[in-house]
């Protein structure tokens, strides 16, 4: 597609249950991260993928989160039995290669854990 | 780790004044230097990026510059317009580890043009 896709946009569930956030990347994108941005707050580095790489996970808060990605295609972001501290805006990128190449972000999805 | 500092949390101008946002990185191996605008309910958008080996760089009413010896690094918004109105972040990466933390990112400037 033109831009990356992120759904659903919103997404309202109960403490402890499972979410799982998609994104897909604009094909031919090789990199793909996630961010968190919580309320008025800067943007935190979750996870990336490059290729068939092995991810780089370092960023994930807890073993909790989890993503995945097949490829260079379609990425899910699982946070399971969430907290309210996990609600925020969960912001997918994707780059044409890893550095320096700018990234292209989606529009997020928006967790409210209640 | 990487850290950037970002300045001012918030900014207000009047139209048609020039707006500079400013940051600071504590990297000294930092090469790629990009900024995003976010408007609200949107993802960040990239609107210019400076590579190191460049001081300066220019794009209509959008100017970065780069001082790497002091590490620091500016956005300048000029003529501002009420459309500019929205949060700004800088950020920072050392691409010579081939973006495997991703982008650092600043916490942003709320940037309001006053008509």
């Known amino acids: 597609g033109a831009g990356v896709s992120q759904s659903p946009s919103n997404k309202v569930t109960e403490k402890g249950k499972d979410v799982e956030l998609r994104c897909d990347p604009i094909s031919g994108h090789t990199a793909l991260y996630w961010y968190r941005q919580r309320l008025g707050q800067g943007l935190e580095f979750l996870i990336y993928?490059?290729?068939?790489?092995?991810?780089?996970k370092s960023g994930l808060p807890s073993d909790r989160f989890s993503a995945e990605r097949t490829g260079e295609s379609v990425s899910t972001l699982t946070i399971q039995r969430t907290q309210q501290e996990d609600s925020a805006v969960y912001l997918c990128?994707?780059?044409?290669?890893?550095?320096?190449?700018?990234?292209?972000f989606g529009s997020g999805t928006r967790l409210t854990v209640v | 780790g990487e850290n950037v500092e970002q300045h001012p949390s918030t900014l207000s101008v009047q139209e048609g004044d020039s707006a500079v946002i400013k940051c600071t990185y504590s990297?000294?191996?930092?090469?790629?230097f990009p900024w995003y605008k976010q408007e609200l309910g949107k993802g960040p958008q990239l609107i210019i990026d400076?590579?190191?080996?460049?001081g300066e760089k220019k794009d209509q009413r959008i100017a970065v510059t780069l001082n790497k010896t002091a590490k620091h690094f500016s956005l300048h918004i000029t003529e501002t317009q009420p459309e500019d109105s929205a949060v700004y972040f800088c950020?920072?990466?050392?691409?010579?580890?081939?973006?495997?933390?991703?982008?650092?990112f600043g916490k942003g400037t709320h940037l309001i043009i006053q008509p």
């Open positions: 993928f490059q290729g068939n790489s092995a991810p780089d």
């Open positions: 400076i590579r190191s080996n460049v």
């Open positions: 990128a994707s780059s044409y290669d890893i550095g320096a190449y700018g990234y292209t």
């Open positions: 950020a920072q990466e050392d691409v010579r580890g081939g973006g495997a933390d991703g982008l650092t």
């Open positions: 990297d000294s191996a930092s090469n790629y």
